[in-house]
């Protein structure tokens, strides 16, 4: 069955550093756009970064532009997240998405915390 797992969330101080991965399983990855999202507590899911299918074209919100970059291993099936210069307003947890037409996947998400 499809699985998107995320991992590599935690608890880091502001100005610190995460690295996100999302293993995905059960489709075929490399034709799919792959992206991160995040929610914060009482605040709507949010695009976070995005890739297309052969990593040639990446995309990202505004509040994390220069600070994040989002890639991908098609062969080890797997999306990836570096997340510098943390902040406290990162705080969230992000989840993996898969995306090809109407077809729609998601992980179940890794909590990020950044506090001092």
């Known amino acids: 069955q499809v699985q998107l797992v995320e991992s590599g969330g935690g608890l880091v101080q502001p100005g610190g550093s995460l690295r996100l991965s999302c293993a995905a399983s059960?489709?075929?990855?490399?034709?799919?756009?792959m992206s991160w999202y995040r929610q914060a507590p009482g605040k709507e899911r949010e695009l976070v970064a995005a890739?297309?299918?052969?990593?040639?074209?990446?995309n990202y919100a505004d509040s994390v532009k220069g600070r994040f970059t989002i890639s991908r291993d098609n062969a080890k099936n797997t999306v990836y997240l570096q997340m510098n210069s943390l902040k406290p307003e990162d705080t969230a947890v992000y989840y993996c998405?898969?995306?090809?037409?109407?077809?729609?996947?998601w992980g179940q998400g890794t909590q990020v915390t950044v506090s001092s």
């Open positions: 890739i297309t299918s052969a990593g040639g074209s990446t």
């Open positions: 059960g489709f075929t990855f490399s034709i799919y756009a």
């Open positions: 998405n898969g995306a090809l037409g109407l077809i729609d996947y």
